[in-house]
């Protein structure tokens, strides 16, 4: 399973950007996927995930903010930002777990800057 993240980048505070993560390779039909992300000098958080059923979960502080959302046909998990704030900045990863495996992409870069 290979995991392609995308959509970072700079934006002020308040604004909004969209993530995606495509997967490929031998995913399955049910499995959860998720965004984690880590700041310099943090630990590695999740923000938030989806499972195939439709189950999500959010961090505490992003709630009413961002949207986990996922295009099955697709392979694709998103995750829509908004209102960003400095302290949202990091590396975002996405993740999926499937068969009793994680899968991780290679994080992509935000970046919260007036």
């Known amino acids: 399973v290979q995991l392609q993240a995308s959509g970072g980048g700079l934006v002020q505070p308040g604004g909004s950007l969209r993530l995606s993560c495509a997967a490929s390779?031998?995913?399955?039909?049910?499995?959860?996927m998720g965004w984690y992300r880590q700041a310099p000098g943090k630990e590695r958080e999740l923000v938030a995930s989806?499972?195939?059923?439709?189950?999500?979960n959010y961090k505490d502080s992003v709630k009413g903010r961002f949207t986990i959302s996922r295009d099955n046909a697709k392979k694709t998990l998103y995750l829509q930002m908004n209102s960003l704030k400095p302290e949202d900045a990091a590396v975002y990863y996405c993740r999926l777990i499937q068969g009793g495996y994680a899968y991780w992409g290679q994080g992509t870069l935000v970046t919260v800057s007036s």
């Open positions: 390779g031998s995913v399955f039909v049910f499995n959860t």
């Open positions: 989806h499972s195939t059923g439709g189950n999500t």
